[in-house]
């Protein structure tokens, strides 16, 4: 019973966020495994902010696609191929994801990394003009799940004070 509904909810199955860490790997021959660990976090972080709010817009694809370029070895093709996989595995990344990538980022990541990646999500959740209250509150959780501090959040954030929703009328 429960199969036949959640099958009628998609389309076409979910893939699986290993599929993701499988295509970083991919196209970033050459790195060790921490690093494809570390990518597919920060991939995985991206894709739960981006669709936070329920809604995946172009501004806030181009947004992740601007943090996958910054991945040192990254080319084009692989950041097309590594959205591709985000695009399929959004829903999952927001329910499951979360704690396994922060874990990963605070295990592999220095202090530095880790707010470069508060500051990558937080951009994100202002691509498309506005900071809503579901992206807060994730917003919110990522920073303390990364072992960063209150303060580190509204550094981050004051750069996009303008566009939180939450704090307009």
């Known amino acids: 019973m429960f199969g036949r509904w959640l099958s009628a909810l998609t389309e076409e199955p ?8 499988a295509t970083i790997r991919r196209h970033l021959p050459g790195a060790d495994d921490e690093t494809v660990r570390v990518v597919s976090a920060l991939a ?18 181009a947004e992740v696609r601007a943090a996958l370029e910054r991945v040192h070895g990254m080319t084009s093709t692989g950041v097309d191929a590594v959205l591709d996989a985000l695009r399929r595995t959004l829903v999952s990344h927001v329910a499951v ?16 990394l880790r707010r470069e990646v508060l500051d990558a999500l937080v951009d994100l959740a202002a691509a498309d003009g506005r900071i809503t209250t579901p992206e807060t509150n994730l917003l919110r959780q990522v920073t303390t799940a990364l ?23």
């Open 14 to 21: 979910q893939k699986a966020p290993s599929d993701v860490a």
């Open 44 to 61: 995985g972080l991206l894709a739960a902010v981006a669709y936070a709010d329920r809604h995946y817009s172009d501004e806030e694809e």
């Open 97 to 112: 994801e979360v704690p396994r990538c922060t874990r990963t980022l605070r295990e592999l990541g220095d202090v530095e």
């Open 147 to 169: 072992g960063l501090s209150q303060s580190d959040y509204n550094a981050s954030q004051e750069r996009h004070r303008e566009r939180l929703s939450v704090l307009k009328s």
